[in-house]
C-alpha cells in the first residue's frame, strides 16, 4: 500500500522559513512523481511545487522563487523549502504521490485528479 506522510509544519513569523518533508513507502519503484498541496480554510487546494522521478520540477507563479521542491531518492523524501514565508501561506500542507502521471505541471495544476496516494497534511501557520 503506497503512503505519504508530511512533517515540519510549524508556527512560523513572516519572513521566515520552513522545510516540509514528505516521507513515501509502499511503491513498486522509484518512478513517482511528488507534489505539494495546499488548503487555507474556506478556499480551494492548489497545487504548489511537482517534481517527478528524474528530477523535473515546476512551481506555481504565486510560490516561485521563494519554495524549493527537491527529493533525495536515498531517503524516499521529498522536501518543500519555504522562504520569506508570508501570512496568507497559512494553509494545512499536502503531500501527493502518483506513479503515473509524469508532467508535473499536470499534477500541479490539476489538484483534484485521483491520486495514487495523499498525505493527512501539515499545519503551516505564518503570523504577522
Known amino acids: 500500500q503506497v503512503e505519504v506522510v508530511e512533517s515540519g509544519g510549524g508556527l512560523v513569523p513572516a519572513g521566515g522559513s520552513l522545510r516540509l518533508s514528505c516521507a513515501a513507502s509502499?511503491?513498486?519503484?522509484?518512478?513517482?512523481?511528488i507534489g505539494w498541496f495546499r488548503q487555507a480554510p474556506g478556499k480551494t487546494r492548489e497545487g504548489l511545487s511537482c517534481i517527478s522521478s528524474s528530477d523535473d520540477t515546476y512551481s506555481v507563479d504565486s510560490v516561485k522563487g521563494r519554495f524549493t521542491i527537491s527529493r533525495d531518492n536515498a531517503k524516499n523524501t521529498v522536501y518543500l523549502q519555504m522562504n520569506s514565508l508570508k501570512p496568507e501561506d497559512t494553509a494545512v500542507y499536502y503531500c501527493?504521490?502518483?506513479?503515473?502521471?509524469?508532467?508535473?505541471?499536470?499534477?500541479?495544476?490539476?489538484?483534484?485528479?485521483?491520486?495514487?496516494?495523499w498525505g493527512q497534511g501539515t499545519q503551516v501557520t505564518v503570523s504577522s
Open positions: 501527493v504521490a502518483d506513479e503515473t502521471i509524469t508532467h508535473v505541471q499536470t499534477m500541479c495544476d490539476f489538484p483534484t485528479l485521483n491520486f495514487d496516494a
Open positions: 509502499g511503491f513498486t519503484s522509484d518512478h513517482y512523481a
